[in-house]
């Protein structure tokens, strides 16, 4: 791992814990180094308060202020350029005075995209772009695709039985175990909106809260037959929704899937549950590659993404 890397990784932590109170904006992570040693770090901690960078410079130890024009910013998304909220933060690194900036991945916002680099270079400031941006791209994958492709970011979610049914003989049936009910619900906390169909909703009457872990309950949203799917998600669009889960059932996941609107498939498999025979787990798509694989006890989570980056 390079230098650049590993403080870069450290912007990634710092940004991760933003999580909750950042959004709509995206999470963002700032770390200043000089002599090889970290002198100021910070991250967007609420929507509305000062972002990542302005944070970083205040933690920066009055002893310590000699060293910014020998130092280095490293910041996990492109510096804002443009007057919103708060004043710009590629003005303000100017303004500081620092060698050099290490920036993540661009910031597709129409405002910005690109115009922060400029401004950091035609002032003079050395700028390199793109370290560990795949992991700064994941970071912000709802903000990156709302602003990006017009859409939410959206995860289709459901838990089977060893033997592919979501259900038994139509019937409700838990398969999560207490950790994996508890991450299902921390999941919750962190998208903006939660989907089911109307058959679902009708059937099973879900509560789509947060009641086991902590944070806000995501919208509650009831898919009707009559409501087309590209509607929906431009409505949600234009609603400011950037991320969205879909809990099922399967004909709703499946048409999700079939219209190519995911982006996330989070998989819950109970090895050890058998059913006799009910409604079969939706097919995965063929663009679908494995994310991650946790296990839990008797039950594994697989996450799959697009075969395809953030672009």
Same mark, same amino acid.
């Given at each position: 791992?390079t230098?650049? !890397?590993? @403080?870069m990784?450290r +912007?990634?932590?710092l940004a $991760?814990n933003g999580?909750l109170? #950042?959004?709509p904006? =995206?999470?963002v992570?700032?770390?200043?180094v000089a002599?090889?040693?970290?002198?100021? !770090?910070? @991250?967007h901690v609420r +929507?509305?308060?000062?972002? $990542?960078?302005?944070?970083?410079? #205040?933690?920066v130890? =009055?002893?310590?202020?000699?060293?910014?024009p020998?130092?280095t910013?490293?910041?996990s998304?492109?510096?804002c350029?443009?007057y919103?909220r708060t004043?710009?933060c590629?003005?303000?690194?100017?303004?500081k005075?620092?060698?050099?900036v290490v920036?993540?991945?661009?910031?597709?916002f129409?405002?910005?995209?690109?115009?922060?680099?400029?401004?950091?270079?035609?002032?003079?400031?050395?700028?390199?772009v793109g370290?560990l941006?795949?992991?700064?791209q994941?970071?912000?994958?709802?903000?990156?695709t709302y602003h990006?492709?017009?859409r939410?970011y959206?995860?289709l979610?459901?838990?089977?039985t060893a033997?592919g049914?979501i259900?038994?003989h139509?019937?409700?049936?838990a398969?999560?175990?207490?950790?994996?009910?508890m991450?299902s619900?921390?999941?919750?906390?962190?998208?903006?909106a939660?989907?089911v169909?109307?058959?679902?909703?009708l059937?099973?009457h879900?509560?789509l809260?947060v009641?086991?872990?902590h944070g806000?309950?995501p919208?509650?949203?009831?898919?009707?037959?009559?409501?087309p799917l590209p509607q929906l998600?431009?409505?949600?669009?234009?609603?400011?929704v950037q991320s969205?889960?879909?809990?099922?059932?399967?004909?709703?996941l499946?048409?999700?899937?079939s219209?190519g609107l995911?982006d996330?498939l989070?998989?819950e498999?109970?090895?050890?549950?058998?059913?006799s025979?009910?409604t079969a787990?939706?097919?995965?798509p063929v663009?679908?590659?494995?994310?991650a694989?946790?296990t839990?006890g008797?039950?594994t989570l697989?996450?799959?993404t697009?075969n395809h980056?953030?672009?």
């Open positions: 791992m230098n650049d !890397e590993k @403080y990784h +912007c990634l932590q $991760a999580i109170g #950042a959004r904006n =995206p999470m992570g700032a770390v200043i002599d090889d040693r970290i002198i100021g !770090e910070g @991250y +929507c509305g308060e000062g972002h $990542a960078e302005v944070n970083a410079f #205040a933690s130890r =009055p002893e310590d202020e000699r060293l910014l020998e130092s910013v490293y910041v998304l492109e510096p350029a443009h919103g004043p710009p590629a003005e303000l690194i100017i303004r005075g620092v060698r050099r920036v993540g991945c661009i910031d597709p129409a405002k910005v995209q690109g115009r922060g680099i400029d401004m950091l270079r035609q002032a003079g400031i050395q700028v390199t370290v941006e795949a992991e700064c994941w970071l912000n994958r709802r903000f990156l990006r492709h017009h939410p959206i995860i979610k459901w838990a089977q033997n049914f259900d038994d139509g019937r409700a049936l398969v999560s175990n207490e950790h994996t009910l991450l619900h921390q999941l919750r906390a962190q998208e903006d939660i989907l169909g109307h058959t679902t909703y059937r099973e879900p509560q809260t009641r086991h872990w806000p309950d919208q509650r949203i009831v898919l009707t037959r009559q409501r998600i431009d409505d949600l669009y234009q609603h400011q969205l889960i879909v809990e099922g059932g399967r004909q709703t499946q048409a999700f899937i219209d995911w996330e989070r998989v498999t109970n090895h050890r549950l058998l059913v025979d009910g787990a939706p097919q995965l663009t679908a590659r494995q994310h694989l946790h839990y008797d039950n697989a996450v799959f697009k980056e953030l672009h």
